[in-house]
């Protein structure tokens, strides 16, 4: 029998890559391409492969109301949408309980507000993850976190957030609080309460945590690595990390199909500073199906709710 596998997309808009070039962004008068050319693209290749994505939204970007008509939308075409706080903050873990709380929780409701239901799964700007994290989402009933990244190669992840960064790069700690879970934390998924955030609690409460999927050697993988290997290196880490991981789901962002010739022109030319920006689009869908068709030869596809419940049952078996 397959495995089972999610599509996911941690939407970090146009608007959000702006303001990590530390260009001003009105979000309410932006026309942000994320949110039409390029989720089309992935729309189309999941229809294709006939699948729902599951998509984590950035709270602050549905309080442009073509944003927000879009995200309804896609909800209401049985697309999952998660929660990937207000504002977006780069250090989560490293704020107050109180400010953390309110990036969650506006999120929370905004996203709420536009999908019609409660979202039910959680992921923090570059995998920051605090036990109080598991203590809010757990009060806020949420089915499951996907913020841990638990290998050693997340400093370097950070250095690299931290150089491409133009904006107060105070807030991106190459050394972080929880530097402990992405060098001890579990690599599967296990039931998560604020006292035991790292790994395997006895059952408390609902939430579990869905860590990043990893190679035997814990190299984190998601689309973005894709990139970096080789073509061929990439494909045996890839089947690794489907091997090696009981929960396996694919992170992608709008950045992997941005189309360098057309989808930006109305915005600023600081957007060409992004990650693989000018990439030509035919290679990036070329990098995009190639991975698919890797993953779908291994495993059926679901949303993260469903990938979340199956494991759930199994932890409690
Ligand atoms: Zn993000």
Same mark, same amino acid.
């Given at each position: ?122 992921? +923090? $700007? &570059? ?9 809010? @989402? /757990? ?6 976190? =996907? ?120 915005? +600023? $030319? &600081? ?9 030509? @689009? /035919? ?6 199906? =190639? ?27």
């Amino acid at each position: 029998m397959k495995k089972l596998a999610a599509l996911n997309i941690n939407f970090d808009s146009m608007a959000e890559c702006l303001k990590l070039s530390g260009i001003p962004v009105k979000i309410t008068e932006i026309k942000d391409p994320s949110f039409f050319e390029i989720a089309d693209r992935f729309f189309n290749i999941a229809n294709q492969l006939g699948v729902k994505l599951t998509i984590y939204i950035i709270a602050q970007d549905l309080l442009n109301k073509d944003n927000f008509k879009q995200v309804r939308k896609w909800a209401e075409s049985g697309h999952e949408i998660g929660n990937h706080t207000f504002s977006h903050p780069q250090n989560l873990a490293e704020l107050g309980k109180k400010e953390i709380s309110k990036e969650i929780k506006q999120a929370h409701n905004i996203i709420g507000d536009c999908i019609g239901y409660a979202p039910k799964g959680f992921i +923090s $700007p &570059a995998w920051s993850y605090s036990p109080v994290q598991a203590e809010i @989402l /757990t009060e806020l009933h949420y089915d499951y976190d =996907t913020s841990l990244f638990s290998s050693f190669l997340m400093p370097l992840v950070q250095l690299k957030l931290r150089l491409q960064s133009q904006v107060n790069k105070q807030t991106i700690p190459v050394i972080r609080k929880d530097l402990y879970g992405s060098l001890f934390g579990s690599r599967q998924p296990y039931f998560v309460s604020k006292e035991r955030p790292w790994s395997n609690h006895t059952k408390i409460g609902n939430l579990i945590m869905l860590p990043l999927p990893m190679t035997k050697c814990r190299i984190p993988i998601w689309h973005s690595m894709s990139f970096i290997f080789s073509k061929k290196q990439y494909e045996k880490a890839l089947n690794s990390a489907l091997d090696t991981s009981d929960c396996f789901y694919y992170l992608m962002h709008p950045a992997d199909l941005v189309d360098p010739s057309t989808d930006c022109n109305q915005l +600023s $030319p &600081a957007i060409k500073n992004i990650e693989r920006f000018n990439i030509p @689009l /035919t290679q990036k869908l070329e990098h995009l199906t =190639t991975a698919l068709k890797i993953i779908s030869k291994k495993c059926t596809f679901v949303t993260m709710s469903e990938l979340a419940n199956r494991q759930r049952k199994s932890l409690n078996a």
